[in-house]
């Protein structure tokens, strides 16, 4: 027989699996409704000069507590004056999704780190993680909707499978380029290549 203290034990562990199953819920249902406002076309960008520095910043904010949690490092090295011509909040829903996918796969005790530079083509940004690396086989299916490279790690961290998608709709929306690196116990690595100002212009 449980003690009243055994009891209240297991309802607060019931309650915390009641909000973390919430709180997944809440995620699902928000990714799906800015994917169906892609698919009906009615996304506006709000473009303007996109500080890369406070993109950075805006796009980890949400996710500190997360990163420890997890213990996984976060580090940044972002060009002086880096920026490019864009929709600033599209381009942090973008950057923290991939942020949050990096974390999720890189075991305690790695790293998620983000190096930003700019030059007369293109505004970088690149994303790299320390976690297992993806196969080969999975590298053409990482963007789409719902694809998990490993179903079990990601179902049990919560991931909806569609942080990904949203950031290649949000890239396209933009003109970026997505280029992947990824190999086996190797990591992953994630540049989003975003026009500058006078290609665009050109």
């Known amino acids: 027989r449980l003690s009243a203290r ?3 034990e297991d309802l607060v562990e019931r309650l915390r699996l009641i909000q973390t199953l919430q709180a997944r819920v809440e995620d699902l249902v928000s990714a799906l409704l800015k994917l ?23 796009s980890f904010e949400p996710l500190a507590i997360a990163f420890d949690i997890a213990d996984v490092r976060f580090s940044a090295d972002v ?7 864009g ?34 083509l293109a505004c970088r940004i690149r994303i790299e993680d320390t976690g297992p690396g993806i196969a080969e086989s999975d590298l053409p299916h990482i963007f789409e909707r719902f694809y998990r ?35 086996l116990g190797c ?3 994630i540049t989003v290549r975003f026009p500058a100002q006078e290609q665009i212009e050109a």
């Not at 009906?40 to 890369?52: F, Q, R, S, W």
């Not at 909040?89 to 790695?110: D, F, Q, R, Y």
């Open 79 to 85: 060009q002086d004056g880096a920026s490019y011509e």
């Open 187 to 189: 990591g992953t690595t």
């Open 6 to 8: 055994g009891d209240s």
């Open 149 to 183: 490279v490993d179903k079990s790690r990601s179902k049990a961290r919560g991931g909806t499978g569609l942080g990904l998608a949203i950031v290649k709709h949000a890239a396209s929306y933009h003109g970026a380029r997505i280029e992947l690196e990824s190999e």
């Open 36 to 58: 169906a406002r892609i698919d009906a076309g009615v996304i506006k960008l709000v473009c303007g000069d996109v500080d890369a520095r406070e993109l950075v910043r805006k």
């Open 87 to 120: 929709d600033l909040t599209w381009s942090v829903e973008a950057l923290e999704n991939i942020l949050k996918n990096c974390m999720e796969h890189t075991p305690a005790g790695g790293c998620v780190s983000v190096r930003v530079t700019e030059d007369v």
